[in-house]
């Protein structure tokens, strides 16, 4: 049997497509992965896409929509169910505000890593001197960014640039 199947459903052709377990740890990026597939296979219909959404939850996080699975909205199925899912399991401001604050440190990363999932945690707002500081604060004494320019509004192209001059 081959491992796509084409069948014609309305004006769309649906293509078969098995999308990864429903991440709760990072709702947003996994809706990110979906989408792609969902573009690469031109797939557009919104019943489509909702339903592959569903297929693709475990049994912990189907239990907790169970309600919403069981009665969807007749229409925009599927940006009902993401914005369902990522209110549920996306961390609010709080939330995010804590991590920020609470962060363990360099560790295995580098500097660019760690600052990537700090800008993940400002959720699109933009960074301030209090987001450098705490960047600055998990970094090891002496392992300071070397460019002199390090701020807010850079902060992804200097610490990728310094990467490379970590002892």
Known sequence: MSSTNTTTMGSENAVSLKLPVFWTSQPQVWFEQAEAQFHIRQITADTTMYYYVVSAL????????IDFLRQPPATDKYKAVKTLLTTLFAP??????????????????????????????????????????????QIPVGHEPVSPNFSGTNTSRHT??????QP
Request: glycine share 8%; proline share 2%.
């Open 58 to 65: 475990d049994q912990d996080t189907a239990g907790r929509i």
């Open 160 to 165: 990728s640039a310094s990467d490379g001059h």
């Open 92 to 137: 609010n401001e709080t939330e995010r505000a804590a991590r920020l604050l609470h962060m363990d440190g360099l560790g295995d990363r580098t500097r660019s890593q760690l600052m990537s999932e700090m800008l993940v945690l400002l959720d699109g707002h933009e960074p301030c001197f209090l987001f450098r500081q705490i960047f600055l604060e």
